[in-house]
């Protein structure tokens, strides 16, 4: 019989590369928000892979970027601190984008790695094969990589070859979280991400990187319905008038996208109450980002 295997594995990469779509893809769930804009994940997601003869926990890191803030610090300082103690680490690309100063920011950073460092070339399913030779070819000459493995994150390509490749990798190890739990974090923090991801989804310009959701109460009532009370934070009045939208009509919808999420999320009808908050300038104030969830 072979002895049970364990171990850590952080996913980096440049923003929108598809990280947290892998992470979802890996646990089977919707953990790690999602969308199209930079910047989406704030804090480091944790999802936890368990087969019989191994447990991989995944470290979402959010990209690393050049911080313009405090929230932004704290989101750098977060992908770096994965980096450190992992069995392995997935730096994560996209094929459809060239390599860029981001990428070199955090090759040089992957080369003091003590661990093993697999690239990750995502969203094969936008290129021609035959382009997936010269992005081979270049990153090949930037570091040495354990392996190179193309996947796509949406589609599922590769994805098993990616899975098995890592568990030979991890050494012997305790399994250390039960076959059921998928997340480290608890379940008000998904829910706060999921109403968040709807606000990107919906709004545009600042407002995105101007808001921040906290979950002030999730009760279970007699009906068996969850009752969930949420503010949505933003930094202005004028971004206050966006998110509530004509005649409530904006506010309305991101409820009702997130509400149907969530309920997908706890398996439980959802009533969901969202109310909107205006607090100047949160991200540059660390009272209000360890109120917001951001802590160091
Ligand atoms: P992150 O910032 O690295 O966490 O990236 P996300 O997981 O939020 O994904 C960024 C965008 O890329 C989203 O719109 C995803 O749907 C999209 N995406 C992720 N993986 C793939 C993929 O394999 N193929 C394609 N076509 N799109 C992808
Ligand atoms: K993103
Ligand atoms: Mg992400």
Do not use: C
Not at 138 to 147: G, S
Not at 158 to 174: I, K, S, Y
Request: aromatic letters at 8%; charged letters at 30%; zero cysteines.
């Amino acid at each position: 019989m072979t002895e049970h295997k364990s171990g850590f594995v952080a996913i980096v990469g440049r923003p929108n590369v598809g990280k947290s779509t892998l992470l979802n893809r890996i646990v089977g769930q919707k953990i790690a928000i999602m969308s199209d804009k930079a910047q989406t994940t704030r804090n480091k997601i944790q999802g936890v892979y368990t087969t019989p003869e191994a447990q991989l926990i995944f470290i979402d890191t959010p990209g690393i970027h050049k911080p313009r803030h405090r929230l932004g610090d704290f989101m750098v300082e977060t992908a770096y601190s994965a980096i450190r103690e992992v069995d392995a680490v997935l730096f994560m690309i996209a094929a459809d984008q060239k390599r860029g100063k981001g990428d070199d920011f955090i090759i040089e950073r992957l080369k003091d790695s003590h661990s093993p460092v697999y690239l990750v070339i995502n969203k094969i399913d936008k290129v021609h094969p035959d382009d997936l030779l010269g992005i081979i070819e270049d990153y090949r000459q930037q570091m040495d990589f354990k392996e190179i493995i193309p996947i796509s994150a949406t589609e599922g390509n590769n994805f098993d070859t990616l899975m098995t490749t890592l568990v030979d990798q991890m050494p012997e190890g305790p399994q250390y979280f039960p076959d059921d739990q998928i997340t480290d974090h608890p379940e008000y923090f998904i829910v706060s991400e999921l109403i968040r991801e709807k606000v990107l989804l919906l709004t545009r310009d600042e407002v995105p990187h101007s808001v921040a959701v906290v979950v002030d109460s999730m009760k279970r009532n007699e009906n068996d319905k969850v009752h969930i009370q949420a503010t949505i934070i933003v930094e202005r009045d004028s971004q206050k008038g966006i998110i509530i939208g004509k005649g409530g009509k904006m506010l309305k919808d991101i409820g009702t996208k997130a509400r149907r999420d969530i309920e997908t999320l706890l398996g439980d009808k959802v009533y969901l109450e969202l109310w909107v908050k205006v607090q100047k300038d949160w991200r540059d104030k660390q009272t209000y980002l360890t109120d917001y969830g951001y802590k160091k």
